[in-house]
């Protein structure tokens, strides 16, 4: 007698992500009270099985749902606001301006909804957050069933969220504790750069993330500018000063990392931390390029993030893997360097394993979350198709992306978001865009 299950998934292709390299064909996935009931192959499912609902994909791919490990999901409604600016320019002269004058919680609400909506819709089913009213960022990823690592940001200067680092933890344990019953949200302490955070707060910051068993996501190393203040103000380089204060370990997101020297590279990898590596903010900042065959090479754990949309203008992983790829080549002088099937890992599993959350998302294996993103590949731009892992490196883009399970949950299908109203969503933004306009 066959065995009554919610979903039942028969790709063309299936990249399970584990084992690594991997590409399967004429399997299916079986999906249960929003977990990977079997991976098997389809002839064989449809005999096992009941299911309620049944998706066959003839010329898609299915992977693991994409992880952004980095990114201001608010900030999407300064989208363009400030284009072709230096990261310190950028910052002191238009974002923290606009912020000051506009960040509220219904802000960081419509913005992260936007976000999320864009995201979705690009096959990424979880990101991780470093903005202000992080409770704000719940309500808005709850709204549109998204997977969420929620940032406790913590700065040292007041903002209309809190007045200082004490209060910024105060809130955003506060918030953790409200909302950590919650399958499809996370936490991490977020510190927001070494040049933004003291001493005393980086070393309580380590204590609460070793009590909480809480990964830390900081910038590090985004800028040489950055690196030359700090040799001005503490006589140590960014890195070693967060190893001094003990930030180091496998807990630690560094993100952007584009100017490491070796010694650092393998710093970090003695001590099992993750780089959230961002190549097109990276380069729209004109902050340089992260050395990730180096990395790699050491062992470390690379993730991928967007950064905010206010400086690189999209959320879209199909984007950062590309750029990834092609950026390690050319600077290694090697095309073999970091080939698709890296890329992909980097793109799931890696950002997943950085967030503590390796055993329930970012690879299609029995037993973990029913995340999943289908991609299809039979259109005119992506014919012919030899490798599905190279074509979704090198020729699918996000629009490509045809349908999104979270937590067995279907949230885009047939490329059209579940479950949220669009043109209401445009009207909340256009207002925003109006306000921040005047």
Known sequence: MSQPIDLLIEPRW???IEP????????????????????????EAQLRFRPARRVVLPGHVLIPGLVNLHTHAAMTLLRGIADDL?????????????????????????GTLLACAEMLRGGITCFNDMYFFPAAAAEAARNLGMRAALGIVVIEFPTAYASDADDYISKGLAMRDRLRGDPLLSFCMAPHAPYTVSDATLERVVTLAAQLDLPIHIHIHETRAEIEESLRL?????LQRLHRLGVLGPGLIGVHAAHLEAEEIRLLAKFDCSIA?????????????APIVA?????????????????NNRLDIFQEMRQSALLAKAVSGNAAAV???????????????????ADKIGSIRTGKAADLCAVCLDTLETRPCYDPASHLVYVAGREHVSHV???GVLRVENGLLQGCDTSQLLDTVNLWQNKLIA
């Open 14 to 16: 299936l990249i399970p």
């Open 20 to 43: 690594h390299g991997v590409v399967l064909e004429g399997q299916a996935v079986a999906v249960s009270g929003g977990e990977i009931a079997a991976v098997l192959p389809a002839q």
């Open 86 to 110: 230096a990261l310190m320019d950028w910052l002191k002269t238009r974002i923290w301006p606009a912020e000051t004058r506009h960040v509220s919680a219904a802000f960081v609400r419509d």
């Open 234 to 238: 503490h006589g140590l380089r960014p």
């Open 277 to 289: 590596h961002c190549p097109s903010s990276n380069m729209k900042l004109g902050s340089g390029i």
């Open 295 to 311: 990395m790699l090479e050491q062992g470390l754990r690379i993730g991928l993030g967007t950064d905010g949309a206010a400086s």
């Open 339 to 357: 080939g698709a099937h890296d890329v992909l890992r980097m793109a799931t599993l890696n950002g997943a394993a950085a967030l503590g959350l």
């Open 405 to 407: 399970w979270v937590n």
